[in-house]
């Protein structure tokens, strides 16, 4: 199913061909349950996608420098 979303982070719109089951995504969308119980058969980056519209290169480049500087932190020495 061809999906368009407007992320979160950046606030680009992309389009995606993801394949989501059309009455679980519209199920997802009422509000019945969430996306990890109503999507579970989607990998993590594709109900990221039809959750927020992040793609997983976002989310690499929105903390990477947040993650480099906990992985070089040499606690004050």
Known sequence: ???TRKSVLTGKTRTRDISVKPK???LYELGVGSA???L???SNEDREF???GIT???WK???SKELE???NDKFNS
Request: with cysteine.
């Open 24 to 26: 679980d995504l519209e």
């Open 56 to 58: 997983n290169g976002e």
């Open 61 to 63: 480049q929105a903390f």
């Open 69 to 71: 500087k906990i992985v």
């Open 50 to 52: 039809v959750m927020c």
């Open 40 to 42: 579970h058969y989607l």
């Open 1 to 3: 199913m061809i999906l």
């Open 36 to 38: 990890s119980d109503i």
